[in-house]
């Protein structure tokens, strides 16, 4: 049992707006272990009296908790400044002798380079684990050193590769719907299911993030990650148990039977955009390429689509599309499972049939099945069933907070995992640089361009 946090990077946005929060939310669940001290770490001149202040304004702008569980977890904070890249200061943070303590590395991923040697040397054991923000490389040959780097240097640790997606309730429900409600499992196959398409489409903007951004754009920012998770689970086949071995295997599958993209099918089935000036409700929303920070001759789309193959004999034929943007009309994420028609003599008799779509909301917790009920005089009435229950209690780092500190790797990235996904997005990634699918233009607040073969 994990019973100390220490958090390098805790000065950073990640901390301040999602991580903490989410410790505080844990802590008004009572779902901390007893005794739990948290340890913030970050290259400035604080103290632990500067640190809680910092934290207390975070809360008060980021938590919904209580003022009580503000206070107490201000209580379990302590902070020691260091530069990650010396392991003299790491070394340092992490003291003699320690036990049982989970380093949260909330971290550029150029550092991860100096300082995982670093916790290597400051000796963390296996009663230790190591959780690793995304993304992890920029692309399969830097994903892959990393995993070599973790494999060498700290054999021991658990490593939690962080996909906030994973920890998302509303996102795992696709693996309870299709498991354990025995009338979608038959139909969940090529057979039955004619197109898939994922959507994650935000009304957000750059946020301040040029920084960032600007040089992952949404298909490294999304695609390469968040979106490649919720496949994996749309497409997996069953775990033989419930369990993180099984669990992540079959993950790691669903994404190895994804087909490489050669050169013809990213000018076929990728789109490209980035938003112009526009206005998102009563907002005015500069053209991206105006926002601070931003560098035009990078080309970054705020906006991309992918349409994948699947060579299993489960999805053969049955075309995936994932897609996100940003700035666009108003926010919607979800699944949409797209259901072949009946056959043709049913709908020469019930003009008007249309087929099956089931929905999942990612952000709502909504799920819909469009179907088709007769109406008067043999007429095709179409019919939704649909479910939409409460929001979930817990915010996905909350729930990944909880899982790191159980030890239950199964909602984390496997190294594998990582490397599959990289693995598809680079041949896109590349095509793109060299201008192969043209970046186009969506306005601020409107719609993005049409959907991919
Ligand atoms: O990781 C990221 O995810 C968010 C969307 O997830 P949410 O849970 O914050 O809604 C996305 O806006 C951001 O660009 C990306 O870096």
Redesign the pocket.
């Known amino acids: 049992m994990i019973r100390r946090m220490v958090l390098f990077g805790a000065s950073g946005d990640l901390a301040r707006r999602l991580l903490l929060p989410a410790v505080a939310q844990l802590v008004a669940a009572g779902a901390l272990p007893p005794g739990l001290s948290i340890v913030g770490s970050a290259d400035t001149d604080w103290t632990t009296e500067t640190f809680r202040e910092h934290v207390a304004s975070a809360l008060r702008a980021h938590s919904t908790a209580s003022a009580e569980a503000h206070d107490q977890l201000l209580q379990m904070l302590t902070f020691r400044p260091a530069d990650v890249t010396r392991a003299a200061d790491v070394a340092a943070v992490l003291g003699e002798g320690h036990a049982a303590t989970l380093v949260y590395l909330a971290l550029p991923p150029a550092l991860l380079h100096d300082v995982l040697p670093a916790l290597a040397a400051a000796g963390l054991g296996a009663a230790d684990a190591v959780a690793i923000e995304?993304p992890f490389g920029t692309d399969l040959a830097s994903a892959r050193e990393l995993n070599e780097l973790l494999r060498l240097r700290l054999p021991a640790p658990t490593v939690f590769r962080v996909d906030?997606?994973l920890s998302?309730e509303l996102v795992r429900r696709v693996v309870t719907l299709r498991f354990l409600n025995r009338v979608f499992s038959p139909a969940w196959h090529a057979e039955h299911v004619e197109r898939i398409d994922i959507s994650?489409l935000?009304d957000?903007t750059l946020e301040g993030?040029a920084s960032y951004?600007d040089r992952a754009g949404a298909l490294k920012?999304?695609l390469q990650n968040?979106l490649m998770e919720v496949m994996a689970l749309v497409l997996m086949e069953q775990p033989a148990r419930m369990d993180a071995h099984s669990f992540r295997a079959m993950r790691v599958e669903a994404l190895r039977a994804v087909a490489t993209p050669d050169p013809a099918r990213v000018r076929a089935s990728t789109v490209r955009a980035r938003y112009t000036a526009g206005t998102i409700g009563s907002r005015a929303v500069p053209s991206y390429v105006d926002e601070p920070g931003v560098d035009p001759a990078l080309r970054t789309e705020t906006y991309a689509a992918l349409t994948l193959e699947v060579d299993s004999p489960r999805w053969s034929g049955v075309p995936v599309t994932i897609r996100s943007g940003?700035a666009l009309a108003a926010s919607s994420a979800e699944i949409a499972v797209h259901f072949r028609p009946v056959p043709r003599y049913l709908t020469e008799q019930w003009p008007g049939v249309e087929p099956n779509v089931l929905r999942l909301g990612l952000?709502e917790p909504y799920v819909h099945l469009s179907t088709t009920l007769n109406g008067p005089d043999r007429t095709a009435e179409p019919r939704r069933l649909e479910t939409v229950s409460s929001p979930p209690p817990l915010s996905?780092y909350a729930n990944l907070v909880r899982e790191m500190l159980q030890g239950d790797p199964m909602l984390f990235i496997r190294g594998d995992e990582a490397e599959e996904a990289w693995r598809i997005v680079d041949p896109v990634v590349r095509a793109w640089s060299a201008q192969a699918v043209p970046l186009q233009e969506y306005r601020a607040g409107g719609t993005p361009p049409g959907p991919v073969a």
């Open positions: 995304k906030h997606f998302s994650w935000e957000l993030r951004y920012d999304m968040h940003k952000t996905p």
